[in-house]
């Protein structure tokens, strides 16, 4: 920070001495490293090629052969707490993100927002001289702060970071992202048409960042935090990348297991003693019907091919962003920063199993409670990955990649909180190719770099006293293999736990994954995993002084950092928990008059804040003042895999409800009306609930005051999408709702004065919908 002035103030500036020095940014020694970090999404360690997976990774391998391969690195099982951790360097409840910001609650380990006791490692850095930058993925907005209006006090500009391009969220569309920089939302700079993908994007986005540092202040270290969509679905990516792995994944998810187990432990990645879990090894009764694995031997021939492309579109996907962070390395080598820049190439959580058994061409139907057509999913096996489709790989890959493991994502086992590591650093240390295993976490990445720069996390920041930081420097174990220097860390998620402890790890299944309740009668497992890495083996029956103690610890471990009161409540089924949880954590999404008014210009309102249609009556005016050839979007709200809009086009006002992407749209029409001021208008009327609780009724398209048609339509429960296409005014912001148009068909000819949404007669119904299809989205 800039010191005190200590020039010479007098009457006159001729006698008067200057200090610049009193003014200017703080100046980091010279020789301080530039930081890269590059954190992945959904990525077990059995995935990836420098830990004898199949999926090949040339800049992770380049690394890691010049640098340290971490075989014991953790993090929280989900992706806002985990990079909570990373903003911070405290624990994810003492950070307030207990899980994703979408389903926080009104207590200090649960409401996503970041004390102000826990400054951001950004802050520090720039103060300390660095520049910082943020590109990718951020889903550590609160979110009450999501919308345009909100507060942008939790972006990341006021977080420490210099500059931001990204996405606000758990996911969205890699070939039609929904982008923000700095503390604004945009649109993508060009088309899938033209050569667009987010991970590219992204990529070029960094290199800018970076060039425009060293171009005009060569002498000033960078810290840039690079969070690519991969791996979490939408698994997309250029077919070129695709066909690479063709055939590669024939054999099976259950084969592949045995397969890459032998691999990982002649790589030292894992010891020679390590077993194979068995396939779903879960305690008796604590088992999620949606997490469990089908038998590759019962899938039929075209399921097991889909399975299979399933796991080379995500295979490309993973490669494709991998080389995309090539441009970046290859960069720092050609302008000579690579030998003194500290990365970090790592992965938030374990493998996804939010892909259901049978995995989906479109998830949001996952999320939406309504089931798969299998048929119609065997139609779209080789436009998997491409812009056609929302795809997530099956259970059965989350369970291969996250080998040899327990479970995987959301879970405390170490299938859901192993995570790949690799750390590069030529200036900092002599190791090169050589693997570690000392026990670490997430919380300790704040601290390792912090030390590598030769920063402190001061004990006051902003005239708030910090809370100490949870994790601890691994910038020891840089130098040689040997005993961590970690003593203890605990895990919570969703109600499960886990605390490891001096080579002992204790774990309970619990929560809203598995349909339990009842904390007292959680069944714990004990696991020496000095000798069991894998937690293969459970002794909990042999020491049972070992788990009281470690179950004591735990419960210590939780007081001390806001991870009480733990929440199990089941929100699915359950009136009561539901009942509970809405009072708790849900603000009605309508306002008293149940009206929502939008004007031309509005973009990207998000979904959660957005005029709420889903499973209810509603009621749509838009107020034009039409011209003879008035053409365009009026508004326009999700995308092609859920959504609807209204819009004008050769003469015809159309309304389209596009169901979750499955064909044929519905579509109401009616003849443009005589240019001047009118009122187009649609009402949907809510007359029944189908099997899967899709909301149906007619559905009415007026001019004026006349009804000009009407047919019958069934509306979503849960989300339009999962991917951020927010509500927009006089346009389509991104993959568009509709087949009859093409992406923007921005609004021409005459005015939109405004839009209303109207569901006062029908406003609150579909809270819980609402609620488990945000619980979704991680």
């Not at 540092?213 to 840039?224: A, F, I, S």
């Not at 993973?318 to 920063?337: C, M, N």
């Not at 899709?694 to 989300?719: F, M, S």
């Amino acid at each position: 920070m800039p010191r005190e002035f200590q020039g010479k103030i007098e009457l006159d500036v001729r006698d008067s001495v200057a200090d610049w020095d009193a003014f200017l940014p703080t100046k980091p020694p010279a020789g301080s490293p530039n930081v890269l970090v590059v954190l992945y999404d959904d990525t077990g360690t059995a995935a990836w090629s420098p830990y004898g997976g199949r999926i090949n990774m040339p800049t992770m391998d380049r690394l890691a052969a010049g640098g340290l391969t971490y075989s014991q690195w953790h993090t929280t099982a989900l992706c806002s707490p985990t990079r909570s951790t990373f903003l911070t360097g405290r624990n994810h409840h003492q950070n307030g993100f207990a899980t994703i910001s979408e389903s926080s609650t009104g207590f200090p380990g649960y409401n996503s927002h970041i004390p102000p006791s826990n400054a951001t490692m950004a802050n520090v850095l720039r103060d300390a001289g660095w520049a910082t930058f943020w590109v990718g993925k951020n889903h550590n907005v609160p979110i009450d702060e999501w919308t345009a209006g909100a507060s942008k006090k939790n972006w990341p500009l006021a977080q420490g970071y210099d500059r931001f391009y990204g996405f606000i969220g758990g996911e969205t569309n890699n070939w039609y992202p929904s982008l923000a920089e700095d503390n604004h939302y945009i649109d993508q700079p060009y088309l899938p048409e033209d050569g667009y993908h987010l991970s590219k994007d992204l990529a070029d986005q960094a290199l800018k960042m970076i060039r425009d540092v060293k171009q005009t202040e060569p002498d000033k270290p960078w810290y840039l935090w690079f969070c690519p969509g991969a791996n979490h679905a939408p698994h997309h990516a250029p077919e070129e990348y695709i066909a690479k792995y063709k055939g590669m994944f024939d054999d099976g998810y259950e084969a592949y297991r045995e397969w890459v187990l032998p691999r990982m432990i002649e790589r030292g990645i894992l010891p020679p003693e390590t077993d194979l879990t068995e396939v779903n090894p879960m305690p008796d009764g604590t088992f999620t019907q949606t997490d469990e694995v089908r038998p590759w031997a019962e899938l039929n021939e075209d399921e097991k091919a889909m399975f299979c492309r399933m796991a080379e579109v995500f295979a490309g996907f993973s490669e494709y962003t991998d080389a995309q962070v090539g441009r970046i390395v290859d960069y720092l080598e050609e302008s000579g920063q690579l030998e003194n820049t500290l990365i970090l190439y790592c992965a938030d959580n374990g493998a996804s199993g939010e892909g259901s058994p049978n995995g989906s061409v479109n998830e949001g139907k996952i999320f939406g409670g309504y089931p798969d057509d299998e048929a119609e999913n065997l139609t779209m096996v080789d436009k998997l990955g491409s812009p056609d489709t929302y795809n997530h790989y099956p259970t059965g890959w989350a369970m291969a990649f996250s080998t040899p493991y327990r479970m995987f994502k959301r879970y405390s086992y170490q299938g859901g909180v192993c995570d790949p590591l690799v750390i590069h650093w030529p200036a900092g240390f002599q190791a090169r190719g050589e693997v570690r295993s000392q026990y670490h976490h997430s919380t300790d990445i704040v601290p390792t770099i912090l030390e590598a720069c030769g920063v402190e996390m001061p004990d006051t920041y902003a005239g708030v006293e910090q809370t100490p930081l949870a994790g601890v420097p691994m910038n020891y174990s840089f130098a040689a293999e040997g005993p961590t220097t970690k003593k203890t860390q605990y895990y919570e998620m969703l109600g499960s736990r886990g605390i490891w402890h001096e080579g002992w790890k204790a774990v309970t299944v619990h929560g809203p994954m598995a349909g339990m309740s009842g904390f007292e009668d959680d069944t714990w497992q004990l696991f020496h995993t000095d000798l069991d890495r894998a937690e293969a083996h459970d002794l909990a029956g042999e020491h049972p002084e070992k788990l009281e103690e470690l179950k004591a610890l735990w419960l210590e471990e939780a007081k001390a950092n806001d991870v009480l009161p733990l929440n199990d409540l089941q929100i699915i089924g359950n009136a009561k928990d539901f009942e509970t949880f809405v009072a708790m954590e849900f603000h009605q999404p309508a306002p008293p008059s149940g009206q929502f008014i939008y004007y031309p210009g509005t973009t990207d309102v998000p979904e959660r804040s957005a005029a709420n249609v889903h499973g209810v009556s509603y009621k749509i005016a838009a107020e034009v003042d039409l011209v003879a050839d008035s053409e365009g979007v009026i508004f326009a709200h999700g995308s092609r895999f859920g959504g609807h809009s209204l819009f004008v086009k050769d003469g015809t006002v159309t309304y389209a409800y596009n169901f979750l992407g499955i064909p044929p749209e519905d579509h109401i029409q009616a003849a443009l009306p005589l240019p001047g001021k009118h009122i187009i208008g649609v009402e949907f009327t809510k007359e029944r609930m189908g099997e899967y609780r899709e909301a149906i009724g007619p559905l009415k398209l007026y001019i004026d005051d006349q009804l000009i048609a009407q047919q019958e339509i069934r509306t979503v429960l849960g989300h339009f999408s999962l991917c951020g296409e927010g509500l927009t005014i006089g346009r389509d912001s991104a993959d568009p709702v509709s087949s009859l148009y093409e992406y923007g068909f921005d609004w021409k000819g005459g005015e939109i004065e405004r839009v209303v949404f109207d569901v006062s007669d029908d406003a609150y119904v579909d809270l819980e919908a609402h609620l488990a299809a945000a619980m979704s989205r991680d």
